[in-house]
């Protein structure tokens, strides 16, 4: 990942990439969030994917959607379905 890094450095440093151009900017966006796009890396069993969060959320969206009505906040600050 180093030799990557590197790599990525000397496009725009020695202006083998045009910094304006499309590749110049991901190769911008990669160097700026390289910590974090491969923090999977350092983190041992951190997982490739959020599939598992992703799976969570959408049952919770789309239990929200299914609810009908909703009360009006003087009569009960929940909704009706839960």
Not at 26 to 46: D, N, P, S, V
Request: hydrophobic share 35%; with cysteine.
């Amino acid at each position: 990942m180093q030799q990557l890094h590197d790599w990525l450095k000397r496009q725009l440093d020695e202006k083998l990439t045009e910094p304006n151009s499309a590749l110049g900017g991901a190769i911008r966006y990669m160097l700026k969030h390289w910590e974090k796009l491969t923090l999977f890396l350092r983190q041992a069993g951190a997982p490739l994917d959020n599939n598992l969060c992703e799976r969570a959320l959408k049952k919770a969206i789309l239990q929200s959607q299914e609810c009908p009505v909703l009360q009006d906040a003087e009569r009960s600050p929940r909704p009706i379905c839960s």
